[in-house]
């Protein structure tokens, strides 16, 4: 069956990349949710995506420009502000089915990232993805790694990536993906999976296709359709994630 990967958890109804949308995610039926990992100024893991937390979290400062203290301080109360990587882990580490993507883009946050998944003991339960360098330096590192090759060219890698990586998947802008390629892959012995994918009939095209997982930012309509619960033909409006304005009208933001 098709693997539900929730995109920064349920950024739909929660903040993306809190603890309210990870629980959200695992609650709507996902298998793996993808979080974005960035280095705090002094050291250490947190969850934001973009280069700055002005999107989100109303900062024009990236993660790198701020310490825990400052970061922790963004939000409002417990549930809708900046985690750590070592509380998700925590929380959804040896007692939770639930298994992690982690995006790095950079080497350091990459090497970090990996120090804490190997001190608790949860390697198994994570797929890393990011950068090229991010990728090499891991692989590196630690032979053992699951690695997922994040891609969006029309061409597919040269065989000197698939060698040197040897990523357990195949992790593809889901426009390019075709037939062709989920039967090469397969041939090759990788998995493969599309990114982002919150279009309902897109998503049954895919699964069509005989996919490994699909990324989204709707995991419960996913997780639902690759368990035969709904079709194609119950569809739904679009709706767009979750931003600092619309999660705290009342709250300024810069």
């Known amino acids: 069956m098709t693997m539900a990967i929730a995109d920064r958890g349920d950024p739909i109804q929660f903040r993306e990349n809190t603890l309210s949308a990870i629980r959200a995610a695992a609650t709507s039926g996902a298998d793996m949710v993808r979080v974005d990992l960035r280095l705090s100024s002094d050291g250490y893991v947190v969850l934001l995506h973009d280069d700055t937390a002005r999107r989100v979290w109303g900062r024009p400062e990236g993660a790198a420009g701020l310490s825990l203290a400052e970061i922790a301080a963004l939000g409002c109360g417990d549930e809708q502000r900046v985690p750590t990587l070592v509380e998700v882990l925590a929380e959804f580490g040896s007692r939770h089915a639930l298994q992690f993507m982690l995006e790095v883009n950079s080497t350091d946050t990459a090497m970090a990232a990996d120090d804490l998944v190997l001190e608790l003991g949860l390697d198994q339960k994570v797929v890393y993805t990011?950068?090229?360098?991010?990728?090499?330096?891991?692989?590196?590192?630690?032979?053992?790694?699951?690695?997922?090759?994040?891609?969006d060219h029309p061409d597919t890698p040269d065989s000197e990536v698939w060698q040197t990586l040897r990523p357990c998947l195949f992790n593809v802008h889901h426009p390019l993906i075709t037939r062709e390629m989920v039967a090469e892959a397969h041939v090759h012995g990788y998995q493969i999976s599309a990114w982002t994918v919150n279009d309902f009939t897109e998503m049954a095209r895919l699964l069509g296709m005989g996919l490994d997982a699909v990324v989204t930012e709707h995991p419960?309509?996913?997780?639902?359709?690759?368990?035969?619960?709904?079709?194609?033909?119950?569809?739904?409006?679009?709706q767009p994630s979750v931003t600092a304005a619309e999660a705290h009208p009342g709250r300024h933001t810069v």
């Open 130 to 151: 990011g950068s090229m360098a991010a990728m090499h330096a891991l692989r590196s590192r630690r032979p053992d790694a699951d690695l997922a090759l994040t891609w």
């Open 220 to 238: 419960a309509e996913l997780a639902a359709l690759a368990r035969g619960q709904r079709s194609p033909e119950t569809g739904r409006e679009e």
